[in-house]
């Protein structure tokens, strides 16, 4: 490398913001940046005279994300936490040369900071919660009223309403948690809706359901010419078309790697480059983003970048599924009644004696199933008084009720195989439900709606039983 090249390194490592570590192929440290230096709690010329093998032995950070990239000759990173008691994300690149590893750069981000920030707003909402209990602020009448179209009449979801409420007006990124039916694409146009924002658009991803070759031409849109199809003049993808409004990004968990890193990049920015554009566009939108999978999971599995992940989990909002909240079920079931009412000129009431079953069913669909059981039993009903069919008995429908026994989940009654896990058994249930749904003529639209699950959810199920709609089942 020439003597420019070397000082222009130089200039770039010593004055990074981020902590930069060079190591040869054994692990010993050859540079390291002064941010470094001063996270790690050890001078530049300390850390340089040892290994990172001796490093993590000593606890000035563990683990070494370097120590990996030796292992493994890939791409790595982790949560460290250092000597100092800073907890900081670091990513490391191998550098081959001649086909063998010859170093290792990594860097690392502080994010101790953020997570007492984090802690200290945890801290904050349980006080407040407190704090609207003792002072039955939460039993105002005017906050149900702002409540459009929700029902929240238990505890719990009264407290996740009030807490939206109060972010609605800023920007932070809100991450919504819960099972599949739950209500977290509801509460997001909720939050949407008292926010500042609320006359713009609310944009909504189903990242579950765009496949892989076209998810970067949908999100980040396209200039003209960008690639052999592409739309005269381009086209503005989904991030730009969320200009003023909200972009909510369902299912998350779902996004493709690559995508992943653009999409940290466009929140880092505040800006989007359309493919085949080298002019970033400025963009200004708050993001909200939900799934139903469990995230850190995922990061730890490599599916899910580490730095997004902290970067959406700002404000988590978890709902709870609606088996924890029971006293939710009537008022849920009223308002369905009114709408149905409504649509077909009708005034049907619930019979008494359904009321105790839809109590104690579990609805493992949640929101979702229960509206469908409803529309369902509503339509089948012969007079005005819906008696309906406990929802157990309705085809597909494949889990137990409270209390019940997880054998007769199976679809053949079959129950458990011999040395079958639960999980197991579960699983090779929902693959022969699904695999039932793939006919021909179906899609996965018809699925979701069959089976009281989102879209998204069918195509995830599918794609993890490798089953397909349309093609017969492999066996
Ligand atoms: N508290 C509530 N009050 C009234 N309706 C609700 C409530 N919660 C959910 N719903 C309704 O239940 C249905 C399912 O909710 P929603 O689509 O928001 O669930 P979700 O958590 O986004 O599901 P998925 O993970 O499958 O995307 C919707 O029709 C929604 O309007
Ligand atoms: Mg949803």
């Known amino acids: 490398m020439g003597d420019i090249d ?20 054994d692990g010993r440290v050859r540079d390291v940046s002064p941010a ?7 001078s530049r010329e300390d850390l340089c005279r040892t290994t990172v093998q ?53 860097r690392s981000m502080d994010l101790t900071d953020l997570q007492l920030l984090q802690e200290e707003y945890a801290l904050l909402q349980r006080r407040f919660s407190d704090h609207l209990r003792r002072s039955g602020i939460a039993d105002e009448p005017g906050f149900e009223a702002e409540l459009d179209d929700l029902e929240v009449r238990s505890e719990v979801m009264r407290e996740v309403a009030l807490l939206l409420q109060r972010v609605a007006p800023t920007d932070a990124t809100v991450l919504m948690l819960g099972e599949s039916g739950v209500g977290k694409t509801a509460f997001a146009r909720q939050l949407h809706r008292w926010g500042p924002r609320h006359a713009g658009p609310f944009i909504e ?63 880092q920015d505040s800006s989007v480059t359309r493919l085949g ?39 988590p909002v978890t709902l709870p599924p609606l088996r924890e909240r029971r006293e939710d079920i009537p008022g849920l079931v009223e308002r369905q009644l009114k709408r149905l009412n409504g649509r077909y000129g009708c005034d049907k009431i619930m019979a008494r004696d359904v009321w105790q079953q839809l109590m104690g069913w579990d609805w493992p669909g949640n929101v979702r199933e229960l509206e469908n059981w409803l529309e369902r039993a509503w339509l089948s009903a012969a007079d005005d008084v819906i008696r309906g069919d406990t929802p157990a008995r309705y085809p597909g429908a494949s889990v137990a009720p409270a209390g019940g026994d997880a054998r007769r989940a199976a679809p053949d009654g079959e129950g458990l195989r011999d040395d079958e896990s639960l999980k197991a058994a579960l699983a090779r249930t929902e693959r022969a439900i699904l695999a039932e749904q793939c006919g021909e003529r179906s899609s996965t639209y018809a699925i979701a709606e069959r089976l009281g699950i989102s879209q998204p959810s069918v195509v995830r199920k599918l794609r993890r039983h490798g089953l397909r709609v349309g093609a017969k089942a492999p066996s």
Do not use: W
């Not at 970048?305 to 970067?311: K, P, Q």
């Open 36 to 42: 470094a230096a001063a996270v790690y709690g050890m």
């Open 205 to 267: 991803v189903n990242c579950g359901a765009i496949p892989e070759s076209l998810f970067e031409s949908e999100m980040f849109g396209y200039r003209h010419g960008a690639f052999s199809g592409a739309a005269p003049g381009g086209k503005a993808g989904l991030i730009e078309q969320a200009e003023g409004g909200t972009l909510f990004l369902d299912e998350i968990g779902e996004l493709p790697l690559a995508v992943q890193a653009k999409l940290l990049k466009v929140i």
């Open 277 to 315: 554009d080298t002019r970033p566009r400025r963009v200004d939108f708050r993001l909200v983003v939900a799934t139903n999978q469990d995230l850190a999971h995922r990061v730890e599995t490599g599916e899910f970048r580490l730095d997004l992940y902290y970067r959406v989990n700002v404000i």
């Open 6 to 25: 070397s000082d222009i390194l130089r200039t770039i490592i010593d004055t990074a913001h981020d902590h930069f570590f060079v190591v040869d192929a």
């Open 54 to 106: 001796a490093l993590e032995a000593q606890g000035v950070l563990r683990p070494s994300v370097s120590l990996e990239v030796m292992r493994s000759g890939k791409p790595a990173q982790l949560m460290q936490v250092t000597g100092t008691g800073r907890r900081v994300i670091a990513q490391a690149h191998p550098v081959f040369r001649g086909g063998k590893l010859a170093a290792v750069v990594s």
